[in-house]
């Protein structure tokens, strides 16, 4: 990365420090606050999300929140129309997963998510998992932030763009398999050092240095 990025980079981080902070503070108040419900919607969103965009899982989490819990895949189905460029299969997704938390683990997710000690072991369950559906590693990274965590990368084309461009990566494409995905992420965390930037806000800088925001 030559000195020119590093400079711009570091002058927008001061530029955009307190909102990416606040972001991160009201993912940390799920983590602390929010019960298995708020848990799943976050999951749900992220499904939404995986393929598409943050806006587009944003509006598609509005228009189903009030029966995502009740409603089966025909329902789901039926309100993201016109919203979700997938509306079957996410819907099909959602279900599908929904009912098997509820099957094997009682709906129980802070409990299940506290049952890993490991960060590594929390996201491999999430990204490996059969019977949870429309998720990999980016979509169980963003999950995982989203509810509170810290320390996970999340490589979507915006993040993988950037690093790409800072000549950091040699393929912007999305990583394959597990092992690309922590190689990339790793640079990502040596960026973060060197940058002297705590790595969950450069991965907030980054993807609003594509956007223009700071999204979730």
């Known amino acids: ?9 570091k002058l ?8 990416i902070r606040a972001r991160l503070k009201e993912f940390r108040d799920i983590l602390e606050g929010g019960d298995d419900k708020r848990i799943f919607e976050e999951l749900a969103f992220c499904i939404l999300t995986a393929g598409a965009s943050a806006k587009m899982g944003i509006r598609s989490i509005d228009a189903i929140r009030d029966i995502l819990f009740d409603a089966g895949a025909t329902e789901l189905s039926n309100r993201l129309q016109h919203i979700h460029r997938f509306p079957n299969s996410r819907a099909r997704y959602i279900v599908h997963t929904r009912d098997h938390l509820e ?4 709906f129980k997710l802070r409990d299940l998510i506290d049952s890993f000690k490991h960060p590594l072991d ?9 019977d949870i559906k429309g998720v990999g590693y980016k979509e169980a990274s963003h999950f995982l932030r989203n509810i509170g965590f810290c320390g996970y990368g999340i490589l979507d084309k915006h993040i993988l763009r950037c690093l790409y461009e800072l000549r950091l ?9 597990r092992k690309r995905y922590l190689r990339i ?5 040596k960026l973060a050092t060197a940058l002297r930037i705590d790595f969950d806000e450069l991965d907030l ?3 609003s240095e594509r956007t ?3 999204l979730k």
Request: charged letters at 35%; aromatic letters at 14%; hydrophobic letters at 30%.
């Open 1 to 9: 990365m030559n000195n020119g990025s590093f400079k711009r980079l």
């Open 103 to 106: 099957s094997e683990f009682d």
């Open 212 to 214: 223009g925001e700071i």
């Open 205 to 207: 800088l980054l993807w």
């Open 12 to 19: 927008s981080y001061i530029e955009k420090g307190d909102l």
């Open 169 to 177: 990566i040699k393929s912007s494409r999305p990583p394959t398999t």
């Open 122 to 130: 929390r996201r491999d369950f999430f990204a490996t998992y059969k």
């Open 185 to 189: 992420e790793n640079r990502l965390k």
